[in-house]
């Protein structure tokens, strides 16, 4: 491996280390109902987003809410000897993919039918802490 290369890849080793990341794969809920959930804490601070997925009456809005809490123990897990409220953590990420699409039939009027999609998502979502960004 070249010099510039291996330099690179510890660089971003390094990063990696600093941020703490949570995967929800094949969530049965539609892509376009997860982003009205997600753009709400996109940016947010974890307790305030914490608060806004708590007391959001959207079904989505509980899958965020366990998906955010496993990355938080995910960070946890990473820095044993820094607190949470020292770190000021914030959502520095969280995307919505489409997932795998069951297809179904309806039976519809004069022998037709009619297609139904039955969507899923992958949610990924990426913690930062606030200390990180300003050194």
Same mark, same amino acid.
């Given at each position: 491996?070249?010099?510039?290369?291996?330099?690179?890849?510890?660089?971003?080793?390094?990063?990696?280390?600093?941020?703490?990341?949570?995967?929800?794969?094949?969530?049965?809920?539609?892509?376009?109902?997860? $982003?009205?959930?997600?753009?709400?804490?996109?940016?947010?601070?974890?307790?305030?987003?914490?608060?806004?997925?708590?007391?959001?009456?959207?079904?989505?809005?509980?899958?965020?809410?366990?998906?955010?809490?496993?990355?938080?123990?995910?960070?946890?897990?990473?820095?044993?000897?820094?607190?949470?409220?020292?770190?000021?953590?914030?959502?520095?990420?969280?995307?919505?993919?489409?997932?795998?699409?069951?297809? $179904?039939?309806?039976?519809?009027?004069?022998?037709?039918?009619?297609?139904?999609?039955?969507?899923?998502?992958?949610?990924?979502?990426?913690?930062?802490?606030?200390?990180?960004?300003?050194?």
């Amino acid at each position: 491996m070249g010099v510039r290369k291996k330099q690179m890849a510890e660089r971003i080793k390094a990063e990696k280390k600093q941020v703490a990341f949570a995967k929800l794969n094949n969530c049965p809920t539609s892509p376009r109902k997860m $982003r009205l959930v997600a753009d709400l804490v996109r940016g947010v601070q974890v307790e305030k987003a914490l608060a806004i997925l708590k007391f959001n009456s959207k079904e989505a809005s509980r899958k965020l809410e366990k998906l955010l809490l496993s990355a938080i123990a995910n960070w946890q897990s990473k820095n044993e000897d820094a607190s949470i409220e020292d770190a000021d953590l914030f959502i520095k990420e969280i995307r919505v993919d489409g997932g795998a699409m069951l297809k $179904r039939l309806r039976p519809a009027p004069q022998g037709r039918a009619h297609r139904i999609r039955k969507r899923s998502n992958h949610v990924t979502l990426v913690l930062d802490s606030n200390n990180n960004v300003q050194s």
